[in-house]
């Protein structure tokens, strides 16, 4: 089960805040400032690799290739070895990395850093620890602005109905900081209605 992240003595620059918060809140990407970090390729991810992802499936053997369960067809998920590392890491480095899935192109894992929720357990300590050396550029009203949605994190931790995978409730957590920016109102009880509104569109999806 996840819990708050540790924070370390070691520190890596996350890049602007803002900036950050623009690309998650308009789904236009990220830039990662991974650095020689291979944390999230070897921490047991299953990669999920859509009909969009065209050009990396020319470039991934097929027998590393799975129906993604309750997907429509086309939908694929690259599996792990026993070590919990991608089959595209060759000597420390991604051998696909320009032809990469959307999936990979889109994990972040500064979301665990802003949210304050570790991406998992034991499994995920390599990502745990990276994220918790994450260290935003904030101006005063960032500051603000990253205590709320760690409240938040910290709220939707303790809930019974939030979801059990880390990578889930960090982003849930984000989406629930920002209906909460839109309503003005940080209350418990708009907090709680918001989660049951989000809960219930993730059920009503095909």
């Known amino acids: ?3 708050l992240i540790p924070s370390r003595d070691v520190t890596h ?3 602007s805040f803002s900036v950050w918060l ?6 236009r990407g990220s830039d990662v400032p991974c650095g020689s970090c291979t944390a999230c390729c070897e921490s047991g991810y299953f990669v999920h690799i859509t009909p969009e992802d065209g050009d990396a499936l020319t470039h991934i053997p097929e027998a590393l ?4 369960p309750a997907r429509p067809a086309g939908h694929y998920v690259m599996g792990f070895d ?9 000597d420390g480095q991604c051998a696909i990395y320009e032809h ?7 994990f ?6 802003a949210t304050g929720i570790a991406a998992g357990g034991d499994d995920k300590i390599r990502v745990n620890a990276r994220a918790g050396q994450w260290q935003f550029s904030l101006t005063d009203a ?3 602005e990253l205590s709320q949605m760690q409240r938040v994190g910290a709220w939707l931790l303790a809930q019974p109905d939030a979801p059990s995978n880390g990578t889930q409730l960090a982003l849930l957590s984000l989406e629930l900081w920002g209906d909460l920016v839109d309503a003005g109102d940080f209350s418990t009880e708009v907090l709680r209605a918001a989660l049951t509104r989000r809960i219930q569109q993730r059920g009503s999806r095909p």
């Open 1 to 3: 089960m996840p819990e």
């Open 13 to 15: 620059a996350a890049g």
């Open 22 to 27: 623009e690309q998650q809140q308009t789904a």
């Open 65 to 68: 290739l799975f129906k993604a």
């Open 82 to 90: 026993a070590r919990g590392r991608c089959p595209m890491l060759e």
């Open 100 to 106: 990469r899935p959307q999936t990979c192109r889109d």
């Open 108 to 113: 972040d894992c500064r979301v665990f850093a």
């Open 142 to 144: 960032e500051q603000i």
